[in-house]
């Protein structure tokens, strides 16, 4: 089984990161295979950054998904999921959301916790957008600056546990989520510390994506997620106009 764990991301650092926790958790027989946005923004904060994010990842999703069995959107925030889904015939899982649905399965109510303020109207919506809301006990977000994007995870490591400590005590969260891909791997160094599970999003977008590939579910060919009539374009990537044209069948 060959997974694509496409991050949306310039940082080549934060996609290693990834995927030495992705390589962890996956099955024997599983091959990771990352890829690298080579253009956009070092880590998307925004809902401006998040849809320009989401642009690329079509574009690197049609580049790539004939050599994969399943693809993984590794951005918190699942920027251009629902648009994948749409345009290609694999399971493309979202790091958010299979954080999100593991967590329902671990508890009642779950809470996110990040490494920045500005992500966490970007994240109230992505919740929203997955029909979650009344899930998640809320978001709590560092509010000090960090020096590198890379080293967050370990540089504020004791603060973000204390932000799930009082996620647990003061939102009555049941289960904890690290989101943003630079918070990969932070799960499991904190578990201990922690005293309700806590779900790596990285693993859970890898172990979704085996379960999705094993079920073997066929591409929709009716209702909301059915390819799209072909039609011209104009100035596109040409792996991505191929897929719209439907010129690559």
Known sequence: MKLLLLNPNTSTTVTDLMLGVGQRGAAPGTEIIPCTATR???????????????????????????KVDAAIIAAFGDPGLFAARETFDIPVVGMAEAAMLTACMAGRRFAIVTFAQALGPWYEECVRAHGLWERCAGIRMLDTPFQAISEVGTEKEDVLVELAQCAIVEDEADVLIFAGA????????????????????????????????????????????????????????????????????
């Not at 998307?44 to 998904?65: D, N, V």
């Not at 094993?214 to 990537?237: D, Q």
């Open 40 to 66: 956009g923004v070092p880590y998307i904060a925004t809902r401006t950054e998040a849809q320009i994010g989401g642009a690329i990842a079509l574009e690197m999703l049609a580049e790539q998904h004939k």
């Open 182 to 249: 630079p918070l990969s791997g932070l799960a499991e160094r904190v578990a201990d510390r922690i005293p309700v599970p806590v779900v790596d999003q990285v693993i859970a977008a890898v172990k979704q994506a085996e379960a999705l590939v094993a079920l073997r579910l066929r591409k929709a060919t009716a209702g909301t997620y059915r390819r799209p009539a072909a039609k011209p374009t104009i100035g596109l990537a040409e792996p991505l106009a191929a897929r719209l044209e439907h010129r690559d069948s």
